[in-house]
């Protein structure tokens, strides 16, 4: 597995649409071959947030940046950050990688 959490600080007054870009860019990577995970997580601060993106390989996080979903909202968002977004990249000690196949991603109801 291929882990990234990116850091990411909005402004205030981009919260909300901030929040919507995002969720809707969730739902769509979520349904990518290539993700085992994907989680959008708030911090304390409410303009703080954190990406978890789980990936099989490598390969999968470049596919995503690749994807429509991704470019539409790094262009939507891309003006709501109170400065540049981080990253920092894992690899998987535990749990296995057989373990993230036992346990597929929660996809969001239709």
Known sequence: MFIVHVVIHVNPENREDFIAATLSNVENSILEPGI?????????DPCRFVLVEVYRTPDDAAAHKATPHYLVWRDTVAHMMAEPRSSTKYTNIAPDEASWDAHP??????
Not at 105 to 110: D, E, F, L, N, S
């Open 36 to 44: 085992a995970r994907f989680d959008f997580l708030q911090d304390s």
């Open 105 to 110: 991603p929660i996809r969001p109801a239709t």
